[in-house]
């Protein structure tokens, strides 16, 4: 399993590296045309890297146009061994967004939609999943069941469970990494930026890297010794009722872990679509 894991990432980075190859030919390009001279070296230099790209890591034709190109791979999972899951599906394996902003509204009965910003450049499947599963109204009427000890809303599984989501998985593509400790005794040497800023959002699977349907929503810094939630995007609109949130109360859940809203946190609705032009930063990893 663990192989496999391993094989779907590297082919998906593999995919990720060429299309941002191709990226910077396309920049080049654009630079040699404004200014009348060029970059042509450059560009040759670039596409030939592209090509020994292709060769190396599969058995993709090197004239291949991107969009026939997969750019997320999707791990099945059995609902005949867990019940938990709820089949919708799978998503597409091409024509996902890699770059820019992707808006999704979270609107909850306890005030004024939460907006956030996906980021389909550092988060291209995880944003491609949320967006998937959102247009199969896979969040609607929904509760999210546990307000953690560490800062975040926890939402996405019909279920309340934990182990509920759709009937296949995504790795983690942005998984923030830890800063070596400091020499220093300075406590300005000692401060960090923390991993999982205030207003991130992040995916969660369980075990971690199997992600589906399950998100955080963090409603204070965290910065644990091993992240493990890869960063799918960041709040930017509806701070309010995530602070309103974050007050409600917790009791114990069926584990004895004091994380179960004494209110229910109902997702009304969850939708999905294009950011406008002055999109929301992006979800960027701290290192």
């Excluded at 929904?142 to 809303?153: K, M, P, Q, R, V």
Aim: glycine share 8%; net charge neutral.
């Amino acid at each position: 399993m663990a192989s496999s894991r391993d094989r779907q990432r590297k082919l998906a980075r593999a995919k990720l590296d060429r299309q941002m190859v191709r990226r910077a030919v396309k920049e080049r390009r654009k630079r040699r045309m404004l200014a009348g001279v060029g970059a042509g070296v450059a560009v040759l230099v670039i596409v030939a890297g592209v090509a020994w790209m292709g060769g190396a890591f599969d058995s993709d034709d090197t004239t291949t146009d991107a969009a026939d190109q997969d750019v997320c791979l999707w791990t099945p999972q059995n609902a005949s061994t867990n019940s938990n899951l709820k089949d919708v599906g799978t998503p597409p394996t091409k024509d996902i967004p890699t770059l820019g902003t992707q808006t999704m509204t979270v609107t909850t009965n306890q005030g004024a939609p939460i907006v956030v910003g996906l980021d389909s450049e550092l988060s291209p499947c995880g944003t491609a999943d949320i967006t998937y599963l959102a247009s199969k109204q896979f969040y609607d009427n929904t509760d999210c069941h546990e307000i953690t000890s560490y800062g975040a809303l926890r939402c996405g599984d019909p279920s309340g469970t934990g182990l509920g989501g759709p009937t296949y998985s995504i790795y983690n593509e942005n998984v923030p990494t830890a800063p070596e400790p400091s020499a220093s005794p300075a406590p300005e040497a000692n401060a960090k930026t923390p991993l999982y800023p205030k207003g991130t959002v992040a995916l969660i699977g369980d075990p971690p890297g199997t992600n589906g349907s399950q998100f955080l929503i963090f409603f204070k810094d965290y910065s644990p010794p091993t992240p493990e939630y890869s960063i799918v995007g960041k709040v930017t609109g509806g701070q309010a009722t995530l602070d309103k949130i974050a007050k409600i109360p917790t009791s114990n859940n069926d584990a004895d872990e004091k994380v179960r809203p004494t209110q229910k946190i109902t997702i009304k609705t969850l939708t999905v679509g294009d950011a406008p032009a002055s999109a929301a930063p992006s979800a960027s990893t701290q290192s």
